[in-house]
């Protein structure tokens, strides 16, 4: 994954940008958009098609780390941008907590632009290399938190429980806390009567696991199993193509796959951008298996890879900027539903290999001490600026997970019969035969999955 850098001088972006005070956001009626649901292997917006056409988005970087939806003076003046680009989701990497959202997200909402986010932080993220340290109960009630700030907001469309936390073949033992973490994050918004945001993976580009990682996010019980998939995926450089690029090979190898599938992160920068990566992705092509993606990435750091510059209150758009836009404006989606496959259905575990080591399709038990999280929620978050860290985890009162979970059960082996979220029901699929249920139906328990942050392989590294 291409990773994010420090920005400079973006506090001084202030008085620049008209921003709709906060008594006139509240003298304004809420712009409600239809909240995205899951049906098969594709997103809806009602009985529509929808397909991501967006821009991750973290203006500042690991090292200037900040919350760009917590600061409306950021992100007024970035919306601005977003319209003009013709763009209908961000993604962001990580967010403040502990700060209110209102102003921004209803800003996006007015734009008709969903949000796709990331719960981890650098200090509150699982380690890939020994994620059963950072898999704990404070890490959850973080993570829990910023669900709660965001899951009552109708353009909150997805949340991604870690990003390319296994980046190769030697970190693949980190599977089992990755779709732990998922399955949590499910039975949390079950549990405590939120709308059921779909909740998924975004993994890195590695040939030799990323089919692997795929089948096994959609593996194993409904409650056990992700509702999308992602990838972030840079192998189309211009001038390319379809074949040259070899995505239509990642099309045949996930021909058939039940969850939605899109790309986190798109858009090589070995030659010039030209973005014509736009018109495959958004074609028949590409759409019975793929919702679209997120171009990275809108702000520019020492990588190279954004589409504006910012320098004090002044923001230059590269040609970067003007070539994607003018591919959005250029590609329509298909009419019709995109050949989507409507039942879905669970994948087969992938057997252990050279390239795989997970030698049990059985995942970790939450941690007891979380488990008081789903009856009483998780209460305030930690926030950005915090000098502590969940990567080192304490057995301390059940801090830590207590071992393998029972099938269909986030509990441990011979604890009993579920945790707060509940014991899986009676006819739950297998990971073999089950067809996936839509999201409004599909039974939520536990979940699991890591940060991919910090040390663990996080967009901000």
């Known amino acids: 994954m291409k990773t994010f850098t420090a ?3 973006l506090a001084a972006a202030s008085g620049v940008f008209a921003l709709p005070s906060v008594t006139q956001r509240q003298n304004t009626k809420k712009t409600e958009l239809t909240p995205i649901t899951v049906k098969g292997n594709a997103f809806f917006q009602g009985d529509k098609r929808f397909y991501m056409r967006g821009v991750d988005y973290q203006p500042g970087g690991s090292s200037k780390l900040s919350d760009p939806i917590a600061e ?16 209908n989701t961000i993604r962001i990497y990580s967010v403040d907590n502990s700060l209110p959202h209102d102003i921004c997200m209803g800003l996006l909402a007015d734009a008709g632009i969903y949000l796709v986010l990331d719960v981890n ?6 380690r890939r290399d020994k994620p059963e340290a950072g898999y704990n109960s404070d890490y959850l009630q973080n993570i829990f938190a910023t669900m709660d700030a965001f899951a009552n907001y109708t353009n909150t469309l997805a949340f991604f429980s870690g ?6 073949d030697t970190t693949t033992g980190a599977a089992p806390y990755v779709k ?3 399955r949590d994050m499910r039975s949390y918004l079950a549990s405590r009567g939120y709308r059921q945001i779909p909740v998924g993976y975004s993994a890195a580009d590695v040939d030799s696991n990323r089919l692997e990682m795929a089948e096994y996010m959609n593996c194993g019980t409904d409650d056990e199993r992700s509702d999308f998939f992602a990838f972030n995926d840079y192998s189309w450089c211009d001038p390319s193509d379809f074949q040259i690029s070899g995505w239509d090979q990642k099309v045949k190898n996930f021909t058939g796959y039940g969850l939605p599938l899109f790309l986190s992160e798109y858009g090589c920068i070995t030659n010039k951008r030209q973005f014509k990566e736009v018109a495959s992705l958004y074609s028949t092509d590409m759409t019975s298996v793929y919702s679209g993606g997120l171009a990275y990435e809108y702000t520019e750091e020492e990588n190279k890879f954004g589409l504006v510059k910012i320098s004090g209150n002044t923001i230059t758009k590269k040609s970067d900027y003007n070539e994607l836009q003018k591919m959005f404006k250029n590609t329509a989606n298909p009419t019709g539903d995109g050949g989507y496959n409507s039942t879905g259905g669970a994948s087969g575990c992938p057997p252990q290999s050279a390239t795989w080591n997970v030698t049990s399709d059985a995942l970790p038990a939450m941690p007891v001490a ?6 009483s929620g998780a209460g305030t978050g930690i926030g950005l600026e915090v000098k502590t860290s969940s990567q080192e985890g304490t057995k301390v009162d059940g801090g830590m997970s207590a071992g393998i ?4 059960s986030g509990t441990a082996s011979g604890a009993g019969s579920g ?8 006819g739950t699929k297998n990971a073999a035969a089950g067809s996936l249920q839509p999201l409004d139906k599909a039974p939520l328990f536990l979940g699991m999955l890591l940060a991919s942050f910090g040390l663990v392989g996080a967009a901000l590294l």
């Open 121 to 126: 932080t650098p200090a509150y993220s699982l």
């Open 405 to 408: 979970a029972e099938s269909g």
């Open 370 to 375: 979380a488990e008081k999280y789903m009856k």
């Open 419 to 426: 945790t707060a979220g509940g014991s899986s029901p009676s």
């Open 163 to 168: 990003n390319e936390v296994i980046n190769d």
């Open 180 to 182: 732990a973490v998922t």
């Open 7 to 9: 920005f400079a001088a």
């Open 72 to 87: 409306p003076k950021i992100c007024s003046r970035d919306i601005e941008n977003f319209k003009e680009l013709g763009i």
